[in-house]
T-cell receptor
Framework: GQNIDQPTEMTATEGAIVQINCTYQ??????LFWYQQHAGEAPTFLSY??LDGLEEKGRFSSFLSRSKGYSYLLLKELQMKDSASYLC??????????WGAGTKLIIKP | NAGVTQTPKFRVLKTGQSMTLQCAQD?????MYWYRQDPGMGLRLIHY???????AKGEVPDGYNVSRLKKQNFLLGLESAAPSQTTEYFC?????????????FGPGTRLTVL
């Protein structure tokens, strides 16, 4: 079957760094997405990885290891506005996105 | 430029009633999707469309129908609503279904079936 695993909830301190992990099992693989979703709002795109390695985009970076079926999202210099759920999604052989349940990130002052 | 809009934002139905959720886009994207988001679960694809006049089933299509008569509109129908269809519905669009295309989401429709 197809499956995405990510932690349910994480807590971090304002100004710190946090890493949110995601493991995936899909039939075929065409890339890994990260989305951010604030409470009561729609998901918004953060990053896309299809090759192994690290993609950096400002305070956010995303890493992919295809051989391990593993990705992480790294958030630096955390701000209170980063409090949100972070959704990991893998694109399968039919280009359909298989979504994780999301990681709720709580930022404390 | 509104991007993706959904109507209504909220709706309460009684079991057995029917309704249509509407999704409209002004980005001229080819692919459109309907998802449901249940607490503690990931987004699940209900139906999708890769172009005007075409639709396909996703992971959880039972109890739903869709139509894409115009490129900018994607309608999700519930013929006979059930309490299990109480959830948040999101419409999304992308330029194409190929994986490198990010999906843009509408603001969501909260449906309660009593």
């Amino acid at each position: 079957g197809q499956n995405i695993d990510q932690p349910t909830e994480m807590t971090a301190t304002e100004g710190a760094i946090v890493q949110i992990n995601c493991t995936y099992q899909t039939s075929g693989f065409n890339g890994l997405f990260w989305y951010q979703q604030h409470a009561g709002e729609a998901p918004t795109f953060l990053s896309y990885n299809v090759l192994d390695g690290l993609e950096e985009k400002g305070r956010f970076s995303s890493f992919l290891s295809r051989s391990k079926g593993y990705s992480y999202l790294l958030l630096k210099e955390l701000q209170m506005k980063d409090s949100a759920s972070y959704l990991c999604a893998a694109s399968d052989s039919n280009y359909q996105l298989i979504w994780g349940a999301g990681t709720k990130l709580i930022i404390k002052p | 430029n509104a991007g993706v809009t959904q109507t209504p934002k909220f709706r309460v139905l009684k079991t057995g009633q029917s309704m249509t959720l509407q999704c409209a886009q002004d980005m001229n994207h080819n692919s459109m999707y309907w998802y449901r988001q249940d607490p503690g679960m990931g987004l699940r694809l209900i139906h999708y469309s890769v172009g005007e006049g075409t639709t396909a089933k996703g992971e959880v299509p039972d109890g739903y129908n869709v139509s894409r008569l115009k490129k900018q509109n994607f309608l999700l129908g519930l013929e006979s609503a059930a309490p299990s269809q109480t959830t948040e519905y999101f419409c999304a669009i992308s330029e194409a279904m190929e994986s490198y295309n990010e999906q843009f989401f509408g603001p969501g429709t909260r449906l309660t079936v009593l």
